[in-house]
Structures are given as C-alpha cells and as structure tokens.
C-alpha cells in the first residue's frame, strides 16, 4: 500500500506565503511524478504544479510566477512553495504521484486526503 501524507495547510493573510509537504510511503519502486492539485468550493480539481522524477516542472497559469514546486527524491517527497497568496487561493491541496510499486507492475496514481489553505485577512 501506498499511502501519501500531507502537511501545511492553514489560513494564510492575502500577499502571505505558504509550504505545503508531501511525503509517500510504503511499497514504493519508483515515482515518475508528483504533483499538486486544488480544489475550490464548487470548483474542479485543477493541476497546480508537477513535477518529474528528472526535475521538469510544469504550473498553471494562475500560480505561475508564485509558486515553486520542489521534490527530494530520497525522502519520496514533494513541496509547494506559494507567495503572493490571493483569496482565489483558497482550496483544498492535494498532493499526488504516479509511481510503480514493483518493476513489473504497471504505474497508478495516488492521492492524499488533502488540506485546506484558507486566504483570508
């Protein structure tokens, strides 16, 4: 079983910053990426970063330029570094990753219970 634990969430003031942690653990082989997704109230989740086993990264255009998706690869975990924080970013974060839990196996994808980030003065 693969289970992914996050922490960091909590009320933030507007122009506030914020890092969220990720680790997984259990039966890991190998992650190929992992990944932050928000989901608003009445919202779709939507992709905020990602970021790949070899460091390429990816953002959405609303945290582009705010927000710094990093990852330690020996500790199987992820980060999100948010400055700048506006109201529209209040959501519930949600860490997630595709990995193989064996080298035969084919890659699934995991996800956390998530965490709320309220932005709010």
């Known amino acids: 079983q693969v289970q992914l634990v996050e922490s960091g969430g909590g009320l933030v003031q507007p122009g506030g910053s914020l890092r969220l942690s990720c680790a997984a653990s259990g039966t890991i082989f190998s992650i190929i990426v992992m990944a932050w997704y928000r989901q608003a109230p009445g919202k779709q989740r939507e992709l905020v970063a990602h970021?790949?086993?070899?460091?390429?990264?990816n953002y959405a255009s609303s945290v582009k330029g705010r927000a710094t998706i990093t990852s330690d690869n020996a500790k199987n975990s992820v980060y999100l570094q948010m400055d700048g924080m506006k109201p529209e970013d209040t959501a519930v974060y949600y860490c997630?990753?595709?990995?193989?839990?064996?080298?035969?196996?084919?890659?699934?994808?995991?996800w956390g219970q998530g965490t709320q980030v309220t932005v709010s003065s």
């Open positions: 970021i790949t086993s070899t460091g390429d990264t």
């Open positions: 997630n990753t595709i990995l193989r839990v064996d080298r035969g196996r084919l890659p699934r994808n995991y």
